[in-house]
């Protein structure tokens, strides 16, 4: 275990810090509606400001776990309160607090009904996403990701446009599905580590405890590693069970969007991380060929029907199905370079595609349509917005000196250090993406302004431009010198990879014994057909 430096509980503080906002919240009046509006705003940026004090008391050279918050919670059924975090939790953390701080401001125009619920909702959807990332126990884990699930629901069902209420349930419902079979297979392990066979013999959730278990291939690992895969592959989404994705980003208001894409989709890739590479190392060797399959065809189907779509909302959503695809494909490289161009992706695809969709909803503001037939020409009209546009989408398609360029370069050296063929494959989409982003820009920004409704459009103003700020300094700070969000994430990856290099290793020994062992069975059975067979020797 690491130190807390401070020595009083930061992250426990920091978690509940948009809890305790969203309970002022509930005292306001719904006619004081500009209190609402910065009170939130306020504490959005106490939490971020709260979030920065982690990075001068973090150890960037030690893999264990800091700031580490341990007290006995349920001690019958061996329950803890455990709040902990390293490199990659860091990043992550502070990504949700700098997004969730932007979705707040950037809804102050958007959203006129019931703003004291919605305010609160985002907090309260602040406060699972934080404590997903620091729990170190599963029952706390759970809850955590559990709880996240309500506030989005009623965003998209309340605040959200066209079929709200089926995006809504469906988002809900697709989510719930995975996350019972991911209880099942937490309280597999739970009942496993009892046993002194395969694990400590005691009943406990403690995550670092349970990624120590001594787990066969067959049958534990095989059928765990499947179970936790569907509560994290539903929730990334991996094809082919990205179906929820296009209509609730479509049907979310655009602060949920930007949280949806920016962060919700990152606890399935951070799941796999965190939980199914160090306590299952084997299945995810054994599992290695096929994951890269659902993820390669993830990348280019997802790319293929952006291409194809006529809704700026619903293009930008499957460009997530396929960046997602590669985030899966570095982690299921299982390699240095992969894993850490994933935990790099990660990041980049909360700062891009949630620029893309403020950008849409800047648009849409304005002129309540997301149809690309409906523009063209605004460059014109939008000079600040256009560049601002033109950089966001650069940073998406991976343009070298900006941030996508970095974690997609590491994610290809990782594939084609695991699989020639599945960096060729993936490549495809990188040229893909590149083609529906510049064929969405060229629509939207040039051509003749012909639509009457366009002449009077205004450009960016200063609350906009100041919100979209901070995302674009960080597309070029990543993509110009990441070394310091590499150095961070560098031992806690590794300790990942040498976990999966002993199963690897071990994998290939139980694949040279059974080799060996059809080799002696084959070679005996040979001797003894040679023993029985008839001489043609004639007895006297």
Known sequence: M???VYGFPLLSLLTYLPLIGAIILLFFKKEEEEKIRQTAFGVSIVTLLVSLLLIPGFDSTKSDMQFTEQYSWIPSLGVEYAFGIDGISLLLIIMTTIITSIAIVSSYTAINMRIKEYYVSILFLETGMLGVFMSLDFFLFY??????LVPMYFMIGIWGGG?????????????LFG?????????????????????NGQYTFSVLALQKLNLPLHPFQFWLFLAFFLGFAIKVPMFPFHTWLPDAHTDAPTAGSVLLAGVLLKMGTYGFVRFCLPMFPEASVYFMPYMAGLSLVG??????????????????AYSSVSHLGFVMLGIF????????????????????????FLIVGMIYERRHTRLIADFGGLSSKMPIYSAVFAV????SMGLPGLNGFVGEFLILVGAFEANKIYAGIAVIGVILGAAYMLWLFQRMMFGPLDKPENQKITDMNRREIAYMAPLIVFMFWIGLFPKPFIRVMEP???????????????????SYKKTAKTKVTQTNKTVVAANLKPSNTVMD
Request: proline residues 1%; glycine residues 8%; without cysteine.
């Open 163 to 175: 079929r709200r209420l089926y995006s809504a349930i469906k988002f809900f419902l697709y989510t």
């Open 143 to 148: 809850i955590f990701w559990e709880i996240m």
């Open 492 to 510: 806690a990856v590794a300790k990942i990879v040498q976990r999966l290099n002993s199963a690897g290793a071990l994998a290939k020994q139980e």
């Open 299 to 316: 990348i280019v189907y997802g790319a293929l029907v952006a291409l194809a779509q006529k809704d700026i909302k619903r293009l930008v």
């Open 179 to 199: 996350s019972l079979f991911m209880l099942l297979g937490i309280l597999a392990v739970y009942f496993l580590n009892a046993d002194p066979q395969y694990g």
């Open 392 to 395: 966001t989408m650069f940073s």
């Open 333 to 356: 490289a299982l390699n240095t370079h992969g894993i850490t161009g994933s935990i790099l992706q990660m990041i980049n695809h909360g700062i891009s595609t949630g620029a893309l």
């Open 2 to 4: 690491g130190t807390n």
